[in-house]
Structures are given as C-alpha cells and as structure tokens.
C-alpha cells in the first residue's frame, strides 16, 4: 500500500488544493471520516465543518492544513480523495466577530420566519418557509465557523 494519497479540493470558484497526502479527515453529513491511502471505494455528502489534512500519518499526526467548508461532496477511492465543497476557506482567515455577528442576525431572522411559519396560511405560508429553511442553513453553517474557530483556539 502506499503511504501517500491524492487530495484535491474544489470549490465553485478554483481548485483549492491539489497535493499528495498522508490522510484527509473529511466532516461527513454521517459523522467524519478519516481517509488513508487504500481506503474503499467511497461516496458521501459533506456538512459545515473542518477538512484536516495530514502531511504524513505514519510519522507525524500533525495537521498542516484546515479548511473550513459549508458543505458539498466527497469522493474517495484507495489512491484519491477528492472534495466538491459549495464553499472552502482556511480556519486561519475566518474573522470570529463578523461571524458573531452574522449568526446573531440569523438567530433573528430564524425566529422571525417561524413565528410567520405559524401564523400564514397556503402560499405565503410556503414562502415563509422556504425562506426559514434557506436562514436555517445559513445558521448551520455559520454556528459550524464558531465551532472550528473555537477549536483551533485551544
């Protein structure tokens, strides 16, 4: 087996990244997963969260890479991993106080929705709540930023 396995990652706007790795540990919808050099066939949607990658695993368990991304899907076969992210962004460039912020302002948003969810009735109704879910998302992925930011912090 080798020690070593493709990774890319793409996103609408380029090709983040392009190297040959250790291990991909991927935010999966089902939970993460870590992929090796090897690994089985394997396809998976992904969730708001942080792909780590490994220079080398055998070696060293160090992260060289974090990436946040909203969302997407991964594609995984013994020598490649590869990452269709809807949006990527390394950890180190998220800006903790605008996201605060953001996700206040969709906290609001969200609770406005459902309280028009309640209350509208056929077509307005469905509106609303297309609108809910779209804010909802944004929420989700927004909470996750937190999430990965408070975790390269400690």
Known sequence: MADKLQFELVSPEKLMLSE?????????????FGVLPGH???ISTVRPGVIDVYANWQTSQQITERIFVSGGFAEVTPERCTVLADDAVPVSSLDRASIDSEAKGLESTVTALKDQVGRLSGADRDEAAAKLRTA??????????????????H
């Open 20 to 32: 040959s790795v250790g291990m991909v540990v991927v935010p999966g919808t089902e939970g993460n």
């Open 40 to 42: 089985a066939l394997f």
């Open 136 to 153: 909802e998302r944004h929420l989700a992925v927004a909470t996750a930023k937190l999430t990965a930011l408070s975790a390269t912090a």
